[in-house]
């Protein structure tokens, strides 16, 4: 953008209903393309100072978050990659609304039959460096790990995601992202928050009733997006 600084934050948006509920609460800003997805730039008041945030499309599912986090880097080199999103959470283990602070990603959905599976998983399993992010945190937060897979979470997976890993919710694109920041030596902050449920009678946004992944998407976005400025102001 001519005459103007190039942005140190990018902000990448995973789902299309997220980048939907984003777009809504910044209506005035002009939208770019890109080979991966749109992105504008917005000036925020971090309270401290105005700083200059770039918000992403990055795309669902772990190809198009690892392209997108990737172009990103390359494109704008950030100083921090913030992803914004929202999870399934694990009935019993967590309630919905909470945000999680990600601190490891575990990308479960290998299937490795002729190796030795445990490594398999262990090579795309990243540890979200966090050293730099002090307390007390700008909302309330779960600091925990996030299991990631191109799917959606399955029943009958989540006994053995809660034995293996200590999984409390999963997601589809976290994973991906982490590991390419990781690789990049790029500062990373997930924050993801608990739309649905599943447990043993189902996923309770299964079956026809998305609109409660719809409803719970909007109120934990909205809550993401209002306490952004302050955790950007905890990277300075």
């Known amino acids: 953008m001519p005459g103007l600084p190039e942005p140190k934050i ?68 950030p100083t ?40 398999a998983i262990a090579h795309y399993t990243t540890d979200v460096d966090l050293a730099w992010l002090s307390e007390p945190y700008p909302q309330d937060v779960r600091r925990t790990l996030l299991v990631s897979g191109d799917r959606d979470l399955l029943v009958e997976d ?10 409390v919710a999963g997601d589809w694109e976290s994973g991906a992202i982490a590991w390419v920041a990781a690789r990049n030596h790029t500062r990373c902050l997930i924050l993801r928050g608990v739309t649905d449920l599943v447990g043993r009678s189902g ?7 998305k609109h409660v992944f719809v409803e719970g998407a909007t109120e934990v976005m909205h809550r993401l997006v209002h306490a952004l400025p302050a955790w950007i102001a905890k990277a300075d």
């Open 10 to 77: 990018v902000v990448i948006i995973s789902a299309n209903t997220e980048w939907r509920v984003v777009r809504t609460l910044f209506r005035d800003t002009q939208p770019h393309p890109s080979p991966l997805g749109d992105w504008f730039v917005i000036d925020l008041d971090t309270g401290t100072h105005s700083e200059r945030v770039l918000f992403f499309h990055g795309g669902w599912g772990k190809i198009a978050a690892a392209a997108s986090t990737q172009y990103v880097i390359d494109r704008w080199s």
């Open 80 to 119: 921090l990659l913030i992803n914004l999103g929202t999870c399934g959470g694990f009935e019993g283990e967590i309630e919905k609304g909470t945000i999680i602070l990600v601190e490891r990603t575990v990308v479960y959905d290998i299937v490795e039959q002729m190796g030795d599976p445990d490594a």
């Open 158 to 167: 989540i006994p053995r995601l809660k034995a293996q890993f200590g999984a």
């Open 203 to 209: 996923g309770e946004a299964y079956e026809g009733n």
